[in-house]
Nanobody, 123 residues
Framework: VQLQASGGGLVQAGGSLRLSCATS????????MGWFRQPPGKEREFVAA????????SYADSVKGRFTISTDIATDTLYLEMNSLKPEDTAIYYC?????????????????WGQGTQVTVSS
């Protein structure tokens, strides 16, 4: 499975960004996709996850109400809409995928990863 994340950039606090993650080579039909981030000098942390063909996602408390995860089944693309961005959201954002139905929140639970896209929020 190949994942290609894009959409990162530099934005002022309070602004918005939308990240995309294009998927190819997936052979399993039941899966969970997630977004993780790694702030400077810190470990990778869970942001959000969603099951295939579902609308509702699972979110870290730090982003709940500001970020929205979604998928486009037709194009096999994962999205992360980020609003009301804060400087503490600055990180490299990664998309990941695993077979199954459980919305795992640990990075070790996902075997396939995209390359990451940098998000920088200035104050």
């Amino acid at each position: 499975v190949q994942l290609q994340a894009s959409g990162g950039g530099l934005v002022q606090a309070g602004g918005s960004l939308r990240l995309s993650c294009a998927t190819s080579g997936r052979t399993f039909h039941t899966y969970v996709m997630g977004w993780f981030r790694q702030p400077p000098g810190k470990e990778r942390e869970f942001v959000a996850a969603i099951r295939d063909r579902r609308i509702a996602g699972s979110y870290a408390d730090s982003v709940k109400g500001r970020f929205t995860i979604s998928t486009d089944i037709a194009t096999d693309t994962l999205y992360l809409e980020m609003n009301s961005l804060k400087p503490e959201d600055t990180a490299i954002y990664y998309c990941a995928i695993r077979e199954g139905t459980y919305l795992y929140r640990t990075a070790e639970s996902y075997p396939y990863w995209g390359q990451g896209t940098q998000v920088t929020v200035s104050s």
